[in-house]
């Protein structure tokens, strides 16, 4: 696999140096996001799946540690 990927003989593009602004770029970019109905409700429901379960992931070595009684640093191997 790496001789033929070595082997392969590729043409070199040249970078293409875009200049535009940077604020209106990202104004298209969520115009489409917000503006498509299938990617809106991807990235709403992942915002909302987020924020709840953000809390129970910061939480949880608490709730194991006093409410469970665990011990973080003990472990039966």
Avoid: C
Wanted: aromatic share 10%.
């Amino acid at each position: 696999m790496i001789i033929s990927l070595l082997r392969m003989k590729v043409p070199h593009k040249a970078a293409v140096k875009k200049e535009g602004n940077m604020f209106k770029d990202l104004k298209e970019g969520l115009d489409y996001t917000f503006g498509f109905p299938p990617i809106r409700y991807l990235i709403i429901l992942l915002g909302i799946v987020s924020l709840m379960g953000t809390s129970y992931q910061v939480l949880m070595p608490v709730f194991a540690k006093e409410i469970l009684h665990g011990d973080l640093i003990h472990s039966d191997f």
